[in-house]
């Protein structure tokens, strides 16, 4: 399969804790992107880290890239009710135009 | 803001009927795409656009075409709908030069 993995699936937590996504990929890559769905709704882009960096902050939140473990994590700080979505990683394999999409890790966050 | 419409929310239709997806963005991108998104599958790519009548098949082309007459609009056509193309469709834009981007709101297509 080409698509990435994302894990956990599912994550629920309380609001004010952090949260922690994961995600792994297959290929060289470009770069990699998180982004945000909520429930029936369009995915919106959260951020992006290209390949020669490995740590990016925007906001309440923190990205890693660890691309000779070809894996990328997604840390929420100081969580609210609000982002509660499904989160995304999207990955531009090396050459190509082509998004992969990892199949998502669905947050819940509990008032 | 970059905006980009898709032409229903949702849509139901009869197998073998044929059915069009509209997607428009205002910020002038060159490139759009459509995905498919199922449980389980996260979003697949169908075709891609970079620019006015340009189009490159996807991962998953089969029973699906498209069409890009003018810049801002990127039509998806399901030729003969049939029940395993039950789905929400997601157009997103971006511009040639950006990684980034940008999604409509989606269609959720029942086929029946």
């Known amino acids: 399969s080409q698509q990435g993995e994302e894990d956990p699936q599912a994550l629920s937590i309380q609001e004010g804790e952090n949260a922690t996504m994961n995600c792994s990929y297959k290929?060289?890559?470009?770069?990699l992107q998180w982004y945000r769905q909520n429930s029936g709704r369009g995915l919106v882009h959260l951020i992006l880290?290209?390949?020669?960096?490995r740590e990016k902050h925007s906001g309440r939140l923190r990205v890693t890239l660890d691309t000779s473990k070809k894996s990328s994590s997604l840390l929420i700080t100081a969580s609210r009710a609000a982002d509660t979505a499904s989160y995304f990683c999207a990955t531009v394999p090396s050459g190509t135009y082509k998004y992969i999409f990892g199949t998502g890790t669905r947050l819940k966050v509990l008032a | 803001d970059v905006k980009v419409t898709q032409s229903s929310r949702y849509l139901v239709k009869r197998t073998g009927e044929k059915v069009f997806l509209e997607c428009v963005q205002d910020?002038?991108?060159?490139?759009m795409f459509w995905y498919r998104q199922d449980p389980g599958l996260g979003l697949r790519l169908i075709y891609f656009?970079?620019?006015?009548?340009?189009?490159e098949k996807g991962d998953i082309p089969e029973g699906y075409s498209v069409s890009r007459e003018k810049k801002e609009r990127f039509s998806l056509i399901l030729e003969s709908a049939s029940t395993n193309q039950t789905s929400m469709y997601l157009c997103?834009?971006?511009?040639?030069?950006?990684?980034?981007?940008?999604f409509g709101p989606g269609t959720r297509l029942t086929v029946t």
């Open positions: 910020m002038d991108h060159e490139n």
């Open positions: 880290i290209r390949s020669n960096e």
């Open positions: 656009s970079y620019d006015v009548k340009m189009k």
């Open positions: 997103a834009s971006r511009l040639q030069t950006s990684y980034e981007q940008y």
């Open positions: 290929t060289s890559i470009n770069n």
